[in-house]
């Protein structure tokens, strides 16, 4: 997921290569700066994960759905939620069941399908892991910043947030 | 990958409760931006290179290679290099391999085993995919920050990404 910053020796001639808004140092600094921290970061909570038996994604499910009213949602909204494949999210959400942590149903009288319910033992397990996560989080990320770091970052992500959010249904 | 904010009347009393750093709004804002920002634009990227059917994991490989010695790595390092047990990097390249991207080769000599190679194919893909993905890289994050932004950003994460790379090999 890195932007190759290509060394004028190195560049063939292309018919593009004129017009490449190639990053520059500084841009490029952030950029790689983002993309390490956005994946040892994953990485690094999923290791502190492990000792709960939980997959990262796992994890993240068991958030989504103790939020959604009655702690559940159609299989199709929760793919749409966790930015999965159904066919993906369906592979987790059988090893989720068999872990007792998740229960598929379907809705009666309601045809769209089926939906994905947060058992108790999901629950459960939800509230004794956020503890160890949250501290997991803190360490890692949000301690290392300073208030106004925290504020500024926010400031510039959130505009970026939206505009993502708001391609997603676009083909 | 969230941290679940529990409202104080959701939480069952636990031993750990009293001692559990929740994140504050100010902090949870922060983190879900992030996260959105992190997930959301993976997911962008990746789809602006389906129509040069390339994975966002296949780009980077080919970005990783293209930067070694040589153009040609261990498969240890490469899986090192992209955060990947061996098992997942082993069958990602064979899926390169076949579409003639990376070439596997023991190297005589060298009892340490596999090296992956970026093929003549593979750079030249290269070439012809990073000036569109340097597009998407500025049109979905880096030209969503002022210079002032951009600068703030990299001091505030660069710390960050050198505290989670020197986790990287401890237990």
Not at 30 to 48: C, D, G, N
Not at 82 to 105: P, Y
Request: hydrophobic share 35%; proline share 6%; with cysteine.
């Amino acid at each position: 997921m890195d932007t190759h910053t290509i060394d004028a020796a190195d560049t063939p001639p292309s018919q593009s290569e004129e017009e490449t808004p190639w990053l520059t140092a500084r841009e490029q600094r952030m950029w790689r700066a983002h993309l390490e921290v956005a994946k040892l970061l994953e990485y690094q909570l999923s290791r502190e994960l492990q000792p709960h038996n939980l997959a990262i994604n796992d994890y993240e499910i068991l958030v989504v759905l103790s939020e959604a009213p009655d702690r559940r949602m159609r299989m199709t909204d929760l793919a749409t939620a966790t930015l999965q494949s159904k066919s993906r999210l369906s592979h987790q959400i059988t090893r989720m069941e068999n872990a007792g942590l998740v229960l598929r149903q379907e809705c009666p009288g309601d045809r769209r399908g089926l939906y994905a319910h947060l058992t108790e033992h999901g629950w459960e397990t939800m509230q004794r892991v956020a503890p160890d996560h949250v501290r997991s989080v803190r360490a890692h990320f949000i301690d290392r910043f300073t208030p106004e770091q925290l504020d500024d970052m926010y400031q510039a992500l959130s505009p970026v947030a939206e505009h993502l959010r708001g391609l997603r249904g676009k083909p």
